[in-house]
C-alpha cells in the first residue's frame, strides 16, 4: 500500500482545485480532508499516510480562495453553503465516492458540519477538530463572553480598507506568529499562498461571508458517528461553546478535551489525535 504524497488538481464545481493524495491505488474507503485559517492541505500529509498504511484512500485539497484555480472575486462566493458544495463536487469526481469519511478542521470543520448536515446519507464518519457545531458556535459569539472575546478578530476583519492587509504586511509577521513550531514545509506551503494578496483577502471573506449573509438552513440531529476534539486551551473557541454541539447530535458521539492543547492539534499534539481519528473512522466502516 502505497504512502506517497502525491500533487494534483481537481476539477469541480466550475473550478480547478490544487490537492494532495495519498493511497489512491488502494482498495479501502475513501477519506476527504478539510483544512482551516490559516494553512492549506499540507496539514494533513503526517494523518493521510498513516491512514493510508491502513489501505484507505485519503485526498485532500485546498480549499476555495486558497487554490489559484478557485479564487473568485466578489463576498458572495464563499458563503458557507457554497464552500460545502465544493467538497461534494471534488468528492464526485472520484471513484468509489458513494459514501466516504470526512475529517476536518478549524474552518474545514465549519464547512464540515454543514456537509455532513445536508448529506447525511454519504458520510460515513465525522471528525472535527478545534470548531464546534454551527449552532452552539452562532450562539457563542453572541452571548458567551469568552466566545465573544476570541472572535474579537472576525469584527475586525468585517471592517473597511482591506483589514487583511494588517496579516500581510512585515512580511506576514502575524501569520508566521501562528506557525510557530510548524514544520517548515508547511510554513513554505502557507507563505505560498498568503503573500498574493488576492489569497489572503479570500481566505478572509470566509469571515466576512458568514457574518454577511443569512445563515437559512435547519439543523436536524446528526446521526452520522462523530468525533470531536477540542484543545482545551484553545484561544479560538471557548470550551462553553464547544459543549453545546452534543445537544445537536443524536446518533454515536465521542467528544475529547486536550488538556493544555491549543488550537493548532495537528502539528502540535498529533501523537493524541491521530490515533483517535484513526480509530474512530477504524470503528464505522461502511455498510
Known amino acids: 500500500m502505497g504512502t506517497e504524497i502525491k500533487m494534483d488538481t481537481i476539477a469541480a464545481n466550475g473550478f480547478t482545485f490544487t490537492c494532495r493524495t495519498c493511497g489512491m491505488d488502494n482498495t479501502g474507503e475513501l477519506i476527504l480532508f478539510l483544512h482551516g485559517f490559516p494553512e492549506s492541505s499540507i496539514m494533513w500529509v503526517k494523518l493521510m499516510r498513516q491512514l493510508a498504511a491502513k489501505n484507505y484512500r485519503c485526498l485532500a485539497f485546498d480549499l476555495r480562495g486558497y487554490s489559484d484555480g478557485a479564487r473568485p472575486d466578489g463576498l458572495e462566493h464563499y458563503e458557507i453553503k457554497k464552500l460545502a458544495a465544493d467538497v461534494m463536487a471534488v468528492a464526485d469526481t472520484l471513484p468509489g465516492s458513494e459514501r466516504f469519511h470526512l475529517v476536518a478542521h478549524d474552518w474545514g470543520s465549519a464547512i464540515g458540519w454543514v456537509v455532513v448536515t445536508l448529506n447525511a446519507d454519504r458520510i460515513i464518519t465525522w471528525s472535527s477538530l478545534s470548531n464546534p457545531h454551527t449552532e452552539p458556535y452562532r450562539w457563542g459569539i453572541d452571548n458567551d463572553p469568552s466566545q465573544k472575546e476570541q472572535s474579537a478578530y472576525i469584527h475586525y476583519l468585517m471592517g473597511p480598507n482591506d483589514p487583511e492587509l494588517a496579516y500581510w504586511a512585515d512580511d506576514l509577521a502575524r501569520l508566521r506568529n501562528l506557525w510557530v513550531g510548524f514544520p517548515q514545509a508547511q510554513i513554505d506551503d502557507y ?97
Open 191 to 287: 507563505v505560498r499562498i498568503f503573500r498574493d494578496k488576492a489569497a489572503l483577502k479570500a481566505a478572509t471573506h470566509y469571515y466576512r461571508a458568514i457574518m454577511t449573509y443569512p445563515f437559512e438552513m435547519d439543523f436536524p440531529a446528526i446521526t452520522i458517528p462523530t468525533l470531536a476534539i477540542q484543545g482545551m486551551e484553545d484561544t479560538a473557541v471557548s470550551m462553553l461553546t464547544c459543549d453545546k454541539s452534543h445537544a445537536y447530535l443524536r446518533g454515536y458521539y465521542q467528544y475529547i478535551q486536550l488538556p493544555g492543547a491549543d488550537h493548532w492539534l495537528m502539528e502540535k499534539n498529533f501523537d493524541d489525535v491521530a490515533p483517535e481519528v484513526m480509530a474512530h473512522i477504524a470503528k464505522f466502516p461502511a455498510k
